[in-house]
């Protein structure tokens, strides 16, 4: 697994990069055990008008280039109205090492993502989404057959498996569309609080194309991949955030999670319903350089697994409980209070 199998992001689009540690994590499950990395894009426009920006980046090798583009767009006649739409076009040829080219070593991307929110001072309302679509080479010289082939490779000046330069990318490749969509509204009271209620919905369509298609010809040309795995999460979230005292903040929460895979071609993961849900409160108290900080949770998931063994289904079932909890203090040694 290599770097391109972590979260589909645009960086275009993330403008805020956040960490999350302590007891503030366990508002994200037993999945955040070590912190939550939290990537947000920019502030739609809080005023009539319009807005936006141009990126265009180049790199020598592989000939990169991208072109990004983002419109941010207030609407008076509609007032509280805001919308964004943002898109992204990537290209790279093979690679260059001192003295020859990497093979079948390019990638192309294209993105896009819009957002349409109606926003009160009391209430506000948002629709969200994204599609990355990536098509990334596998350097084809890092396939090898077997130890006498992987030992030609090591004892040779260059890759056994040589090109120039090229956009095109060919066999193996890996084929990464991600689609993403997310409701999210909030509702502010005259005291203090308020409550946030999120519906996500994620497809992960992930396709891996081996070196050597189909020896059958009819198969050959359906140029269908050897491994693809579609996953689905569907995912509500409500929060409710209440301020006791000055200094003294809370927030209770509920999450819902259904998640499904399936795949076809090669056996690698196998078919599975993960349906989950969780229960959390957190409790902080800042006091210029003093921060104190308690967590706790309850989660259950039931995990239903469906592995096919010569013809037969067997659907193994598994159902899981947890408390978690976390309680901290610290201390900042800047002058600045918090």
């Given at each position: 697994w290599g770097s391109e199998h972590g979260p589909e992001i645009d960086p275009f689009v993330a403008d805020k990069i956040s960490v999350v540690k302590g007891a503030a994590g366990v508002r994200y499950g037993p999945d955040a055990?070590?912190?939550?990395?939290?990537?947000?894009?920019n502030s739609l426009r809080d005023s009539a008008g319009y807005d936006a920006v141009l990126n265009f980046v180049g790199a020598t090798n592989g000939k990169q280039g991208t072109t990004s583009g983002i419109l941010n767009g207030n609407i008076k006649q509609l007032n509280g109205l805001n919308f964004r739409l943002q898109g992204t076009l990537k290209q790279a040829g093979n690679s260059k090492a001192p003295d020859y080219y990497l093979k079948n070593t390019g990638f192309s991307e294209k993105n896009f993502s819009g957002a349409l929110a109606y926003t009160k001072s009391n209430f506000g309302s948002e629709v969200f989404y994204s599609r990355f679509n990536s098509k990334?080479?596998?350097?084809?010289?890092?396939?090898?057959?077997n130890l006498t082939?992987?030992?030609?490779?090591?004892?040779?000046?260059?890759p056994l498996d040589s090109a120039g330069f090229?956009?095109?990318?060919?066999?193996?490749?890996?084929?990464?569309?991600?689609?993403?969509?997310?409701?999210?509204?909030?509702?502010?009271?005259?005291?203090?609080?308020?409550?946030?209620?999120?519906?996500?919905?994620?497809?992960?369509?992930?396709?891996?194309?081996?070196?050597?298609?189909?020896?059958n010809d009819s198969l050959a040309a359906l140029n269908k991949p050897e491994l693809n795995f579609i996953i689905h999460t569907l995912i509500h979230e409500a929060i409710y955030k209440i301020q006791h005292f000055r200094k003294l903040n809370a927030q209770v929460g509920f999450m819902n999670m259904h998640q499904a895979n399936s795949y076809e071609g090669r056996y690698f993961i196998p078919n599975f319903n993960n349906k989950g849900w969780g229960v959390f409160a957190i409790e902080n108290?800042?006091?210029?350089?003093?921060?104190?900080?308690?967590?706790?949770?309850?989660?259950?998931r039931k995990l239903r697994v469906f592995i096919d063994k010569n013809g037969f289904i067997k659907q193994p079932f598994y159902n899981y409980k947890k408390y978690s909890g976390l309680i901290g203090a610290g201390f900042h040694f800047t002058g600045h209070d918090i």
């Open positions: 055990i070590a912190g939550v990395i939290i990537i947000e894009p990334l080479g596998i350097f084809s010289a890092a396939h090898i057959g082939d992987l030992e030609r490779a090591f004892n040779s000046k260059n090229t956009y095109e990318i060919e066999r193996p490749y890996q084929l990464i569309v991600h689609d993403l969509i997310k409701w999210k509204s909030y509702l502010n009271f005259s005291k203090g609080g308020k409550i946030t209620y999120t519906l996500s919905r994620q497809q992960d369509n992930r396709s891996e194309f081996d070196k050597h298609g189909p020896r108290y800042h006091y210029k350089k003093y921060f104190a900080e308690v967590g706790i949770r309850y989660d259950e």
